[in-house]
């Protein structure tokens, strides 16, 4: 089974509305990570959370991390067709802070 | 300030052939992680350079090895290659162990 895994697979919004996905780990997080990427390209960092309760945010999109849970969220408010893409978590789960841990990534499409 | 550059974008290589793919990273980093990533999948961590030493190692075989140079640039090297090994490859930069991993835009290797 995945060490990370995210939900929901896939996900089509309609331009406006607000979505949420998870990424849960079967391990300790020392460190969870979300990138975005476009098919075939590279990834783009979003945001960081090493913390326990942890929420950062930057423009429309905000993620948390739940240590007890060990998972993560990240929300997107408004979305835009900018928005879509693929979103990947990537996780420390060794706590020795060098390779990240993937899931499969989400992807997400936003219908005008 | 340019960030984390790979060549060649893409690469058409046949069954038993080798291929170098190279990565300079982003300005100020000297640690160079190298992941494969294979369609609908999350990357996977092939390995890590630091002080041109291999840090850590994924679950690869020894048909995949590597290099880091002084200047912290690094190759990615996989001989005898099948048709698995078809894939995006993406290197990632940071600095040492207390930054986020950037990564590059990628290298398309499809093996025929």
């Known amino acids: 089974s995945q060490e990370l895994e995210q939900s929901p697979q896939s996900l089509i919004v309609q331009e406006g509305k607000n979505l949420t996905i998870n990424c849960t780990s079967s391990?300790?997080?020392?460190?969870l990570y979300w990138y975005k990427q476009k098919y075939g390209e590279g990834l783009i960092f979003l945001m960081m959370?090493?913390?326990?309760?942890e929420e950062k945010s930057h423009e429309k999109i905000t993620a948390k991390l739940d240590e007890k849970k060990q998972q993560s969220s990240l929300h997107i408010t408004a979305s835009q067709p900018s928005h879509a893409g693929i979103y990947l978590c990537?996780?420390?789960?060794?706590?020795?802070?060098?390779?990240?841990?993937f899931g499969k990534g989400i992807t997400l499409s936003v219908r005008p | 300030d340019a960030g984390v550059t790979q060549s060649p974008t893409h690469l058409i290589k046949t069954r038993g052939q080798q291929v170098t793919l190279r990565c300079s990273p982003k300005?100020?980093?000297?640690?160079v992680s190298w992941y494969q990533q294979a369609l609908g999948q999350g990357p996977q961590f092939i390995f890590q350079?630091?002080?041109?030493?291999?840090?850590q190692r994924g679950n690869f075989p020894d048909r995949f090895s590597g290099h880091q140079f002084p200047n912290y640039s690094s190759e990615l090297n996989v001989n005898a290659l099948l048709l698995g090994d078809s894939a995006l490859y993406l290197c990632?930069?940071?600095?040492?162990?207390?930054?986020?991993?950037?990564f590059g835009p990628g290298t398309r290797l499809t093996v025929l």
């Open positions: 990632a930069s940071r600095r040492d162990l207390t930054d986020t991993q950037y």
């Open positions: 391990k300790t997080l020392y460190g």
């Open positions: 959370l090493q913390k326990g309760g």
């Open positions: 990537g996780a420390d789960i060794t706590g020795a802070n060098s390779k990240l841990t």
């Open positions: 300005s100020g980093h000297d640690t």
């Open positions: 350079y630091y002080e041109e030493e291999e840090r």
